[in-house]
């Protein structure tokens, strides 16, 4: 059974850092791309990043671009988040998502296995 | 970026209803849309992919169709349990942008 779990978030004040983690079991991890999807509170849904199988390929949001950096740790079948100069308006629910390939690029395809959410709040 | 628009923002139908949702993208983007079913508290759920293949598992009421820029999204007999926002995704070009979502519910 595919699961992830995501983990990392609480309450932050503007300026400060966070770091996220999304813990994969039940495929082969190193063989998905895999993104960060965000929600804020009563919001829809907005993609955040997104990065290739072997890290080769990563992608931001405009929004978070030079702020936040996704990286994986295949060896330990985790993806992370790392927050940089959070701002009020990055507060939401943080899910991170396996990607089915559709095509050869890391965005290519549909999003197939989501875990529940980390929730980030931004405020002082 | 290409942007993506759903309509309606909401709706409220019948039990039994066919149910239709469009969404349209700001340029062609073939058949690279995905729709997903957000119920409240929830993660969202794959429903169709490839703007009319449906998820293993997903009932045969929901279905999906066009190509190009114009998409829609049907229910054919609107159940209870149906109650969610529902999202389109395009994964044509980054960034994969979703839709603003329509909140379905039960009149």
């Known amino acids: 059974e595919v699961q992830l779990v995501e983990s990392g978030g609480g309450l932050v004040q503007p300026g400060r850092s966070l770091r996220l983690s999304c813990a994969a079991s039940g495929f082969t991890f190193d063989d998905y791309a895999m993104h960060w999807v965000r929600q804020a509170p009563g919001k829809g849904l907005e993609w955040v990043s997104g990065i290739s199988w072997n890290s080769g390929s990563i992608g931001y949001a405009d929004s978070v671009k030079g702020r936040f950096t996704i990286s994986r740790d295949n060896a330990k079948n985790s993806l992370y988040l790392q927050m940089n100069s959070l701002r009020a308006e990055d507060t939401a629910l943080y899910y991170c998502a396996k990607v089915f390939p559709r095509g050869f690029d890391f965005w290519s395809g549909y999003l197939d296995y989501w875990g529940q959410g980390t929730l980030v709040t931004v405020s002082s | 970026d290409i942007q993506m628009t759903q309509s309606p923002s909401s709706l409220s139908a019948s039990v039994g209803d066919r149910v239709t949702i469009t969404c349209q993208a700001s340029q062609d983007i073939s058949n690279y849309l995905n729709w997903y079913q957000q119920k409240p508290g929830k993660a969202p759920k794959l429903l169709i992919y490839d703007a009319s293949n449906l998820e293993t598992g997903v009932p045969s009421r929901f279905s999906g169709s066009g190509s190009g820029t114009d998409f829609t999204f049907t229910i054919s007999s609107l159940q209870p349990e149906d109650i969610a926002t529902y999202y389109c995704?395009?994964?044509?070009?980054?960034?994969?942008?979703f839709g603003p979502g329509t909140k379905v519910d039960i009149k």
């Open positions: 995704q395009q994964y044509d070009n980054l960034p994969p942008a």
